[in-house]
């Protein structure tokens, strides 16, 4: 049984959002053909959804900027503009997203005080997000993963997906990175690889 994980496809982080990925915008065409395929049994999508006071705004830590790193609650954080704050129309999911197929959404990042790039754990693994369990109760074996951004949420929900046992495959050509460092999309794809993750180019167009 195959699933699709749609990753943080929300206005916040197209080209007009508070958190841009670069070409955002052109992974949709790639998600609603993924999602439209029919290879996928189970659809779910992860949504960013942070409350207004999140400790990875930097707006929330005065004197520091976007991009420095800080220790918060013991974890290193990257800050972060304000983005996906719940209940704004910057954490929708994207209009042009075909989210007939969505069995499910799963948000993350509810916690002020820890982080959450992956869909299934916060930072620091110290909660779940009911994914893995959800998955598994649905006969889910094979998991594909696209969406935004590639070095951050596609990468840790991929990560966290092969350790949970899932056989993985994140779709590239359907997923944009925000590059805070140049190359930091080569290396996730790295990184990704290293850990038994197959990184493949389908669902494009023609
Ligand atoms: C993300 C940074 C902060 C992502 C979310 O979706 O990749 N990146 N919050
Ligand atoms: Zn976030």
Redesign the pocket.
């Given at each position: 049984m195959r699933a699709l994980i749609l990753?943080?496809l929300q206005n916040d982080?197209l080209p007009t959002g508070a958190?841009p990925v670069p070409d955002g915008d052109a992974v949709l065409a790639v998600a609603n053909r993924a999602i439209g395929s029919g290879d996928f049994a189970c659809v779910v999508a992860t949504q960013?959804w942070h409350p207004r006071e999140h400790g990875?705004f930097a707006a929330n830590h005065p004197g520091r900027r976007v991009g420095e790193v800080i220790l918060l609650d013991g974890l290193e954080q990257v800050l972060?503009p304000v983005?996906?704050v719940q209940d704004t129309a910057g954490a929708e999911l994207a209009p042009g997203l075909d989210v007939h197929g969505l069995e499910r959404v799963f948000r993350k990042?509810t916690d002020p005080r820890i982080?959450s790039?992956s869909g299934f754990f916060d930072n620091g693994h110290r909660k779940s997000t009911g994914l893995g369990d959800y998955l598994r109760e649905r006969g889910v074996t094979h998991v594909a993963v696209l969406g935004?951004?590639l070095d951050?949420?596609?990468k840790f929900t991929a990560l966290d997906a092969r350790q949970l046992g899932f056989e993985v495959e994140v779709i590239a050509n359907g997923c944009r990175a925000?590059n805070v460092q140049p190359g930091d999309d080569e290396r996730a794809i790295v990184a990704l690889r290293e850990d038994g993750v197959a990184v493949v180019n389908r669902y494009s167009a023609g």
């Open positions: 990753v943080d982080f958190l960013d990875s972060w983005h996906c990042g982080d790039y935004l951004a951050y949420c596609v925000v």
